[in-house]
């Protein structure tokens, strides 16, 4: 079978199989739906906000000579303060151009769209609740031994991990890991039915269909049966796919549900921040993680941009604890209720040992400190590299410092293979992520695009010795404002698995050429130019 015929095949299996949901295209149906949609409703309810202030900004720079020097004044001063914190130099300069572009308005617009930091409030009830949950987060020093016997550079990773996101290091647990979403989604809906104690579900996206239909039922049942069921949700990500104030319909059918960040037609801070995390954890021993969201699209029940490839893991034993007590403190902090984290350890409701081989580090990233964990521990497996290091992200939006750690690495004789979408769901952002092409080819850098459709996998495979699933894309957005989560793993079967997928995939890919970033059209490489200049507010 040829390479052309492959992907050809992967949409016809699809078809064949009934998985797409056609809807008749009536614009001005869509339309009317928009106009009284809450999205329409709180985009106009900002717009109109943000031109009042503006407005107020003109006028001022207009009643008098002097006013116009004391907002220039304001503006420069933003500006050295801008320049004079500890974020990403890319970051930095992006702000200070529409900062110094339109005095004022522009820092109100960096105060509200460019911080990374989160709402003071939301800020202490976070930093407080990882406070309580850190005396069950200490580290078993026999897996910290053992792994630091056998490989100590693999032991500094996982040790950089601990240190600054305060998980620990697991041993005694199994990965079952999930090329597509396919495949984990019937896992997903057995553990769910076997649970007998508790549920927690934390999702950037759910969305009306055969998934979440399908989920619900189980949840309803369950809290029925008097099962601790739990779920959080971005109220962000889901503001085109759920009601408002969805959370109260669960709420009457028993399901403990909550919005992060509700979003209201009124200007804050946290407008900019996402729970970008995804998160299910069965009576405290199984869990699972990845890309994969509530949603038809990421089963590929419903045609949306190709075929959707995804990944996720499955965990099982002591390393499903990190998960758990990410799910705690969530819950804390947007629902306002302590847990007694004793009563949801792996062990509670499976009293006998796990099985399991090698390590596991499940861990997140919060908007909340200084430290880009997320970007650090990527850089930290390219930066050791011997043999190579194979990437999916279906945003590629890279700052200084990922680009030199990727193209040294290249330089340096490692195998560098990164792959995205083929079909994007955003395209002006995958113009962005084309843009960084050609100073990644020219250093050695190979680059994929999934042909069948969007790849929306974030992993990284390393020398077969380690590997990364999560939430965590290769974009400002993901790496500097968002609440994540990821899985790091070693000497662990299911590398060997993550790596064999990637070279089955890349036979359903194309291979991109300087050829193709050298040819194109000059309207689309200066409009490519343009997005690179904002590239770190998208």
Known sequence: ????????????????????????????????????????????????????????????????????VGISILSF??????????INPSYKLAWTIVILAIPVFGFVLYIFFGKSRVASAMERNYIQAMENAKRY?????????????????????????????SFPLQEHTTVKYYPVGDDWFPDLVEELRNAQHFIFLEYFIINDGLMWKTIRKILEEKAAQGVDVRLIYDDFGCITTLPHHFYKELQKKGIQ???????????????????????????????????????????????????????????????????????????????????????YTPHMYHPGEFAGEGFVHPYCDTPLDNEVLGENVYLNMINRA?????????????DNEMMTALCLAAKSNVDVRIMTPGIPDKKMVFLLTQSYYEQLLEAGVKIYEYRPGFLHAKSFVCDDKTAIV?????????????????????????????????????????EISLYFCRNRRL???????????????M
């Open 137 to 165: 987060l200490q580290e078993k020093m026999e897996a910290r031994q053992k792994l630091t016997e056998e490989e100590q550079g693999l032991s500094n990773q996982s040790a950089y991990i601990r240190d600054y996101s």
């Open 386 to 398: 011997e043999k190579y290091v194979y990437i999916c992200t279906p945003y590629l939006i890279i």
């Open 1 to 68: 079978m040829t390479e052309n015929t492959r992907w050809q095949n992967t949409l016809e299996k699809v078809k064949q199989n009934n998985l797409i949901e056609k809807k008749p295209n009536n614009i001005l149906k869509n339309l009317i739906r928009f106009l009284f949609s809450r999205v329409f409703f709180v985009a106009a309810a900002l717009f109109l906000q943000l031109l009042w202030l503006l407005v107020m900004v003109w006028r001022l720079n207009n009643i008098s000579r002097f006013v116009g």
């Open 470 to 510: 999560g939430t965590i894309n290769m974009d400002y957005r993901s790496l500097y404002l968002h609440f994540e989560n990821g899985v790091w793993m070693c000497q662990n079967q299911a590398i060997l698995r993550i790596k064999e997928d990637y070279l089955e995939t890349l036979t359903l890919c194309r």
């Open 257 to 343: 549900c909550a919005a992060f960040n509700p979003l209201l037609p009124l200007l804050n801070v946290l407008l900019n921040n996402r729970d970008h995390r995804k998160i299910c954890v069965v009576d405290g021993h199984t869990g699972f993680t990845g890309g994969t969201n509530l949603a038809d699209e990421y089963i590929n029940r419903k045609l949306r941009y190709g075929h959707w490839k995804d990944t996720a893991v499955r965990l099982e034993g002591d390393g499903v604890w990190n998960l758990t007590v990410m799910f705690l403190v969530m819950w804390e902090v947007i629902a306002h209720v302590r847990s007694d984290y004793r009563l």
């Open 523 to 537: 309207p689309v490489r200066m409009m490519q130019s343009i997005l690179r200049l904002f590239a770190p507010m």
């Open 77 to 86: 001063i933003a500006v050295l303060w801008l320049v004079n914190k500890k």
